[in-house]
């Protein structure tokens, strides 16, 4: 009986000591950064973490007067585990802001715990069109710093029109953002005279794409990939031992290219073209100097990944210098935030109404070359055409695109294919 | 110990429980909401586990589909924001029900593994529907409610009040699977499991025995989807997934199978080092890791029998029922005894 209650009460011992709570300072800015830690996007969420580490080390912690706590939570890219994280973070941490997130499904999650809880998210990379379009009136602590799904894919669709690309096959994840980046690419495509002849949707995490690959039609000039998680290595890899590369162009998604994982890839992506609003290789004075900053300290060309959430913590420090590091609440600081004009590694930013990003969308092709006085050839992203200052309506009526539907896997429907 | 004990302490432990949760942190609160409708899933898994001795790892279908249900109507209809919201309860659970009960047909005609397999595959199913039938379920995006139900004065919207609401779900839940597991069809699904054969040969059918649990446990399993659709208010394919199930089988095991209670004890094993213990230290997984493994070791009949004292030898008279754990063990047989066989 009493080792029975010995062990009741170091139950209970135990149970009372995980209730501890961390104390909240004063006089600080807290910030919950969720990032997929672990599972098939960790790579990823190091590039995330890394580039909004960067910027704070470089700002010692301190952004004008704001002392920052920096609190990163782990979505483990499920939906569910991030909506938890964030509720943690915001009832346990009681930060002033969430950052964050990667896939769209999850930028959908935590949007409506921001309106939930009152509390600023800003999305540096869930792309998911309708958090700043056709649902942007229900989520008014939600803003963005990162990009819509089909930003880049309109001028791409253009572009690909205007230089003799005629028929085309997508290969793209099988989810919002595959519908997305596909959609916005077929529309402009499409309406300038290309055709999608042929449309996969390949489960995320796909490995082996030979069942798709050896379905590809014969006829098409084109294949545009949007590979996420596991298998953006095999794809392209697959697509050269099937030799639809190079007999085919490669074309795709900004991320399917992306510097997160170039420098892993092979000869089968040189003269890949992607369009996207970063590009390691941008020749400005200031993404040269954040390549070099960045490549010295974590010993890896930054992807959009970091330079997206370094420029976060950029425009987060441009707000605390216009309240002098005081925390203006939620609205206040949403309403100072989409009234900047920064000038980030990526470009000149600027925001629209709907609390999304106006900014250049680079038309990338993959090439082997020096560059920037580092020692090897490497695969770089080397912009080949600026779109500048382009909106996420790009050059439609903001109200009829409303109108019409959102992108998904049978919007807009194929009319070329069979 | 005596047979009244148990359950009294149960009583003393839900009362501290529902005074003192709203006075803790909000945080907390909201892990403790998650605990007790993890703990109605948990427990009616136990009904199949622990007490009819069939492992199935298709339970977060059925969490899947009140949690779906509750979603649609919300989202697509605009039904089970007021006072629908008890409706909303009924039909998840008649639908975990109804489902069970397919499920069920295919399922119970296999045992053992081959039972775990086809359980793992219907619950697949129903992520397959959840993943690919955009129209209905929104897809890989899930479902975002808009809010969680009024009734009159009480907003469920207050942490506070939706925590209440899910004690009483969950209070009542214990209840009647209490009084379900005392019944002496309860004692005989112990029998089904202790020894299937000898039951059939005393005349019971022991498949449709099997089959009614089965039936029950999707109920509770469907009322568990509903209060979960709303205690994050976002419903995604993750929630129908495998990782679900055995989560879910973790903390039957880990809490003590065929005790209803451990159940609950293992829901809160597991929400409470998982989701508390990443706030305070980085390398929470381990603790969570070992925490399992010494379980395994060292209470090998789950977390609850540190208070069980070894069972009593066969010859110590009548056993009392031992009121929320009928052991495993030696007891077992006089159990049967006394309940369903005579």
Redesign the interface.
């Known amino acids: 009986m009493t080792n ?1 209650w010995f ?2 009460v170091g ?1 209970s011992v135990i ?1 009372a000591a ?5 104390q909240a300072l004063a006089d600080e800015l807290r910030i919950g950064f969720l990032a997929p830690a672990t599972g098939s996007l960790a790579q990823i969420a190091t590039d995330m973490t890394n580039g909004f580490r960067m910027y704070l080390d470089d700002h010692k912690g301190d952004f004008h007067g704001a002392k920052i706590t920096f609190i990163v939570g ?1 979505t483990e890219a ?4 991030a ?2 994280q964030a ?2 973070l915001i ?3 009681h930060v002033n802001m969430l950052i964050g997130g990667v ?3 999850t930028g ?2 935590l ?3 921001s309106t ?1 809880e009152k509390t600023v998210y800003i999305s540096s990379i869930p792309a ?1 069109d309708n958090l700043t379009q056709r649902d942007a009136d229900k989520y008014p602590y939600f803003v963005r710093t990162g990009w819509t799904s089909s930003q880049p894919s309109h001028p791409f669709g253009e572009w690909a029109c205007k230089h003799g690309y005629k028929k085309v096959v997508t290969i793209a994840a ?3 953002f595959g519908y997305e980046v596909v959609g916005g690419f077929q529309k402009t495509f499409e309406a300038c005279g290309g055709k999608i002849i042929q449309k996969m949707w390949p489960p ?1 995490n796909t490995v082996d794409y030979s069942p798709y690959i050896s379905s590809i039609k014969a006829d098409a000039d084109t294949v545009f990939i949007l590979p996420v998680g596991a298998g953006t290595l095999q794809l392209p890899q697959q697509l050269m031992e099937a030799g639809i590369i190079p007999k085919m162009h490669l074309i795709g998604c900004g991320t399917s290219f992306d510097e997160f994982i170039l420098p892993h890839m092979g000869d089968e992506v040189i003269g890949a073209i992607s369009p996207l609003q970063w590009s390691a290789a941008l020749q400005t004075p200031k993404a040269v100097a954040f390549v070099k900053e960045y490549r010295a300290k974590f010993g890896k060309v930054p992807s959009y990944f970091s330079e997206s959430n370094y420029t976060t913590a950029m425009i987060i420090d441009a707000v605390m210098q216009e309240t002098h590091g005081k925390w203006p609440g939620g609205e206040q600081f949403i309403k100072l935030l989409t009234a900047l004009k920064v000038e980030a590694p990526r470009g000149p930013i600027s925001f629209d109404d709907m609390r999304n990003p106006v900014q250049n969308i680079y038309i990338r092709q993959v090439e082997k070359k020096q560059m920037d006085g580092y020692p090897n050839a490497e695969l770089w992203n080397v912009v080949i055409q600026t779109y500048p200052q382009v909106s996420q309506f790009w050059t439609f009526n903001e109200a009829e695109y409303l109108k019409e539907p959102s992108y ?2 049978d919007y807009p429907p194929c009319k070329y294919c069979e | 110990m005596k047979g009244h004990r148990k359950p009294l302490a149960v009583l003393a432990l839900l009362f501290a429980v529902a005074v003192l949760t709203p006075h ?5 609160l ?1 892990l403790v909401t ?1 605990i007790l409708i993890l703990a109605i899933l948990a427990m009616s898994l136990d009904l199949l586990l622990g007490f009819t001795g069939i492992a199935s790892l298709g339970h977060a279908a059925f969490l899947g589909l009140g949690a779906y249900m509750t979603a649609i109507l919300a989202v697509r209809y605009n039904f089970g924001l007021g006072w629908g919201f008890p409706l909303v309860i009924l039909f998840g659970s008649l639908l975990g029900a109804a489902t069970a009960a397919l499920f069920g047909l295919f399922a119970l005609r296999a045992r053992g593994v081959y039972f775990l397999m086809i359980t793992l595959a219907l619950s697949q199913c129903v992520w397959g529907l959840a993943y690919r039938w ?1 129209s209905l379920t929104g ?4 479902l ?2 808009p ?1 969680r139900p009024v009734l009159g004065v009480i907003r469920l ?1 207050n942490d506070t009040a939706f925590f209440y609401l899910v004690f009483a779900c969950f209070a009542v839940s214990l209840l009647a699977l209490y009084l379900f597991v005392q019944s002496p069809f309860g004692k005989s699904l112990v029998g089904i499991r202790e020894h299937e054969v000898r039951m059939r040969i005393l005349g019971y059918n022991t498949w449709l025995h099997k089959y009614i649990v089965f039936v029950v446990s999707g109920a509770f399993g469907g009322l568990a989807g509903v209060l979960w659709a709303h205690v ?3 419903v ?1 394919p ?2 129908v997934t495998l990782a679900t199930s055995v989560d879910v089988l973790l903390m039957v095991v880990l809490g003590g199978p065929g005790t209803l209670f451990g159940g609950v004890v293992g829901a809160a094993i597991v929400v ?1 080092l998982r ?6 230290v980085p390398w929470w997984q381990y603790v969570l890791g070992g925490a399992y493994v010494l379980a395994i070791l060292y209470l090998p009949d789950g977390v609850l029998s ?2 069980r ?1 070894r069972p009593p030898p066969l010859a110590a008279g009548p056993v009392s029922a031992e009121a929320l754990t009928p052991s495993p063990g030696p007891g077992d047989e006089l159990k049967i005894n006394q309940g369903g066989i005579e």
């Open positions: 029975k062990r009741a139950l149970v995980s209730l501890w709570v961390p782990d499920k939906p569910a585990v909506v938890l509720e943690k009832k346990q941490n896939l769209a499904s959908y999650a949007a409506p715990v939930r998911s099988d989810y919002a995320i998904t896997r | 803790t942190t909000p945080f907390v909201l998650r955009d897809g890989d995006n899930g975002n409610l809010g919207g994050s208010s976002e995604s993750d929630d409470f989701e508390y213990l990443s706030t305070l540190i208070f004292q």
